[in-house]
T-cell receptor, first 113, second 110 residues
Framework: SQTIHQWPATLVQPVGSPLSLECTVE??????LYWYRQAAGRGLQLLFY??????ISSEVPQNLSASRPQDRQFILSSKKLLLSDSGFYLC????????????FGPGTRLTVL | DAKTTQPPSMDCAEGRAANLPCNHS???????VYWYRQIHSQGPQYIIH???NNETNEMASLIITEDRKSSTLILPHATLRDTAVYYC???????????FGPGTRLSVLP
């Protein structure tokens, strides 16, 4: 069966510090991968998605970036965090097919102080 | 992708059926209706999806009106663990983006 992992589960970082969040998927090949952010009490906002290694599409311009160095690994990064980067970051995967649903990881709660 | 409208909150008694409505009056012919739920501080959980026929799985039933402009998610016997925010999403089968609105906060009461 497929599983999706995210780490760390929680993170507290000072403003201006770098960020690296990792997501890995097991039990599937060539998945579509997604990064979402959820601000407190709000819906999910799609940040990036990837249909293959090295292929990244950005939905919202900001100081975050994403990379996909391996088929089942998706990384969210920032060189300098802002206060507004605080939120709940969710990684999701979808089988490489047309109408399949997305499956979400457990999320990382980031607090920027 | 079509926009959806859901009530912000609903209550349901434990053991009773929870019926969560969703309006998607601008849905187009190739757009599917998906339902997810999110329990506090967890990632969203897929529940069910459908195109035009009613669907049922071990978690819930999805009833889509004949004109496809609205749908209802039914949890047949709600438990306290079903307390969550429920999201109705309409998406083109080729689209990448699942647009999550504010959803419906369902409270199952003992």
């Amino acid at each position: 069966s497929q599983t999706i992992h995210q780490w760390p589960a929680t993170l507290v970082q000072p403003v201006g510090s770098p960020l690296s969040l990792e997501c890995t998927v097991e039990g599937t090949s060539n998945p579509n991968l997604y990064w979402y952010r959820q601000a407190a009490g709000r819906g999910l906002q799609l940040l990036f998605y990837s249909v293959g290694i090295g292929q990244i599409s950005s939905e919202v311009p900001q100081n975050l970036s994403a990379s996909r160095p391996q088929d089942r690994q998706f990384i969210l990064s920032s060189k300098k965090l802002l206060l507004s980067d605080s939120g709940f970051y969710l990684c999701a995967w979808r089988a490489d097919s047309s109408y399949n649903e997305q499956f979400f990881g457990p999320g990382t709660r980031l607090t920027v102080l | 992708d079509a926009k959806t409208t859901q009530p912000p909150s609903m209550d349901c008694a434990e053991g009773r059926a929870a019926n969560l409505p969703c309006n998607h009056s601008t849905i187009s012919g190739n757009e599917y209706v998906y339902w997810y739920r999110q329990i506090h501080s967890q990632g969203p959980q897929y529940i069910i999806h459908g195109l035009k026929n009613n669907e049922t799985n071990e978690m819930a039933s999805l009833i889509i009106t004949e004109d496809r402009k609205s749908s209802t998610l039914i949890l047949p016997h709600a438990t306290l663990r079903d307390t969550a925010v429920y999201y109705c999403i309409v998406r083109d089968r080729y689209g990448q983006n699942f647009v999550f609105g504010p959803g419906t906060r369902l409270s199952v009461l003992p």
